[in-house]
């Protein structure tokens, strides 16, 4: 993995082909062996770079699907053991890295186009389903920072209250789905001709 992954990461993150190949594969090691992952020394820089993706390759669809599939299994960790989810719970709660997850979450959500809504929304239900307790703070946060950022106001204070509440209610069911795409379509100011 260290050979493979942090050896080459300038490549790596410089081509979005290998970059799609490579979070496909670490998405797979954490679906089925996520100890393996978790439990190594550079699990930090891979969310490092995780993290940076999810704005900066906003409109490459494959990795986008990549990041997405990454995310929801190191959020969900179905076969994980008690200490890995524990340890994620640290990195996201305790070191705030959940805030800064959320905020380039984002950040790339609104940047990127509408067919790759579906990706993100993936990732937004994971956070719902499992930190729900502290994700309306970080999604009140990011949308602070993103509209101080902005040339123009993204998302008024109240939409995305508004967003936030009914997304929560969904508790990250498929519901979540159509609440995340109804929200892309405020903050983009595109419309929804489907309705």
């Known amino acids: 993995m260290n050979e493979i992954f942090f050896k080459q990461i300038d490549i790596i993150i410089s081509e979005p082909d290998i970059m799609q190949a490579v979070f ?6 954490l679906a089925k062996y996520p100890s393996n992952l978790i439990q190594n020394e550079h699990m930090i820089r891979i969310i490092e770079i995780g ?3 999810l704005y ?3 409109q490459q669809r494959f990795v986008v699907m990549a990041l997405s599939k990454l995310w929801s299994n190191l959020i969900y960790l179905r076969k994980g053991k008690q200490k890995d989810v524990e340890n994620i719970q640290r990195i996201l709660i305790e070191e705030n890295v959940g805030a800064v997850l ?13 067919s790759n809504v579906e990706f993100y929304s993936d990732i937004i239900r994971a956070l719902t389903a ?4 502290y994700l309306s703070g970080w999604i009140m ?4 920072k993103i509209n101080n950022e902005s040339e123009k106001q993204v ?11 009914k997304l929560i209610v969904t508790r990250g069911s498929r519901a ?16 929804d001709y489907g309705i």
């Open 24 to 29: 496909n594969l670490l998405a797979g090691i």
């Open 51 to 53: 993290i940076q993706q």
């Open 56 to 58: 900066e390759n906003a």
């Open 102 to 114: 959320v905020y380039a979450l984002m950040k790339g959500f609104i940047v990127t186009s509408r």
């Open 130 to 133: 499992k930190y729900s307790k």
């Open 141 to 144: 946060d990011s949308f602070a």
């Open 155 to 165: 998302a008024k204070e109240n939409e995305v209250k508004t967003f936030t509440k």
């Open 176 to 191: 979540a789905n159509r609440v995340v795409q109804e929200f892309w379509y405020t903050a983009t100011g595109m419309v």
